[in-house]
């Protein structure tokens, strides 16, 4: 079983739609969590991080169950250029390095 | 200000060869690390440097694959005798120090041929 786990998609969305993402952990032991975005051949960003109260910026909301070892991102009025495969990641306490998915791949359509 | 550098960009090798990939982080980051990304699959962790020593080198592959930090800052990846398996893009990423947001540079794109 992988550590991190998300449906790789692709998710094709409307212009404008809300779409939301999950992806659960197995490490009991994870300490912090992010969303990182990726576009086609570029290297991986940060695009927030989660905390356990949950947390907003603009049209992204995330939120982290420790309960169920499950973080979601939704997306609200999507745009265009949302277009990304969006990269769950953990990182476990006592650890530095940062445990990925695979990745959702989202398409925003016209 | 600069992001992390990597280079080369692209690097073509046959089977067998010595190839070195280098970095180059965010000036004044003393964290460093190393990352392989196979298409379809999300980065995964190789090395970290914190300074000049190799803190975790917990995801290196084998013993063919080897990283120095020689002086702190610029690292270098070394892979020897490489096989078709190792074709991948070769992530590096520096934060400010530890549990400090991640920042990648660009990548190598390796093709073992």
């Known amino acids: 079983r992988k550590e991190v786990e998300q449906d790789p998609g692709p998710f094709n969305v409307p212009e404008g739609a809300t779409v939301a993402f999950n992806c659960t952990y197995s490490n009991s032991a994870s300490q912090s969590f992010f969303w990182y975005r990726q576009d086609c051949r570029k290297e991986p960003k940060l695009l927030m991080s989660?905390?356990?109260s949950g947390n907003e910026d603009g049209r992204f909301t995330a939120q982290l169950n420790r309960a169920s070892q499950y973080i979601s991102l939704l997306i609200r009025d999507s745009k265009l250029s949302d277009s990304a495969t969006y990269l769950c990641v953990v990182r476990v306490f006592g650890n530095e390095k940062l445990t990925f998915g695979t990745g959702t791949r989202l398409t925003i359509i016209p | 200000g600069a992001g992390v550098s990597q280079t080369p960009s692209n690097k073509v090798t046959e089977k067998g060869k010595y190839v070195e990939l280098r970095c180059d982080p965010i000036?004044?980051?003393?964290?460093l690390y190393w990352y392989r990304q196979s298409l379809g699959q999300g980065p995964e962790f190789l090395i970290y440097f914190q300074g000049t020593g190799a803190a975790d080198d917990s995801g290196l592959p084998n013993d063919r694959f080897f990283a120095v930090r020689p002086e702190g800052s610029v690292s270098t990846l070394k892979i020897q005798r490489t096989e078709r398996g190792d074709s991948a893009v070769y992530l590096c990423?520096?934060?400010?120090?530890?549990?400090?947001?991640?920042?990648f540079g660009p990548g190598t794109r390796l093709l073992v041929l």
């Open positions: 990423a520096s934060s400010q120090g530890t549990k400090e947001t991640q920042y």
């Open positions: 989660v905390y356990s």
């Open positions: 000036s004044g980051h003393t964290a």
